[in-house]
């Protein structure tokens, strides 16, 4: 099949989302302006560059009008923080999607702990292996078709790293087969990282393979 966007798929179920797969999970941590902490997924998140360290992520408009708590309170406190979302946290992550008011603690929705954070004022998750303490840097608004889908675009700069000792490797790494992070398909769909395969460019300058690799010259 094939279609133009403006004219629509006549399929069931848009098939867009389930072509850009899979999608890495920012379950971000925030605290609004009250100090009531928000805890949510996107799963329009990637990082942008290692030196210093970017991430961004997208969050569309909220059901219930305007920017969503994690952007308004990412701009009016300066700061984010990233928790890795894992298969044992999924349940987790999955109940603290729900648009809820700004006043609700997803914290306790959960069941999670929250500990303090280093340098962000929000609190991490605790039951995360890995979290980035994230400082603000800007937000690009895109218009969309509709008010929901107009999205927020936010840059922010990790600023402090946090990894359990328990899922590094003895020759350094991160063990991601332990740790079996989620990533978001389409529809209703999850997928988990349970295996791995390393791939080396052939003849690979050792510039290129200083970027694969993210690390500097």
Not at 10 to 16: R, V
Request: net charge negative.
């Amino acid at each position: 099949m094939e279609y133009r966007t403006a004219d629509g798929h006549k399929l069931p179920h848009d098939p867009f989302k389930s072509c850009t797969v899979p999608r890495p999970i920012g379950w971000l941590s925030t605290i609004s302006s009250k100090g009531v902490p928000n805890l949510a997924p996107y799963s329009q998140w990637q990082n942008l560059t290692w030196d210093p360290p970017m991430v961004m992520f997208a969050a569309n408009q909220s059901v219930h009008g305007g920017p969503k708590d994690t952007v308004r309170n990412a701009e009016e406190t300066g700061w984010f923080v990233w928790n890795m979302a894992t298969w044992d946290l999924r349940e987790a992550v999955n109940i603290s999607s729900l648009a809820v008011d700004g006043e609700i603690n997803e914290f306790e929705t959960t069941g999670l702990r929250a500990v303090p954070s280093v340098l962000a004022p929000a609190p991490r998750v605790a039951e995360s292996p890995c979290h980035f303490e994230c400082r603000y840097l800007t937000t690009l608004h895109i218009p969309a078709a509709t008010a929901v889908a107009s999205v927020d675009l936010v840059v922010g700069q990790v600023e402090h790293v946090h990894i359990d000792d328990a899922v590094i490797t003895s020759d350094g790494r991160l063990d991601v087969l332990r740790v079996r992070p989620i990533a978001r398909l389409g529809y209703y769909d999850f997928t988990v990282v349970d295996n791995v395969f390393e791939m080396v460019p052939p003849g690979a300058s050792a510039a290129e393979l200083a970027g694969l690799e993210g690390r500097s010259n």
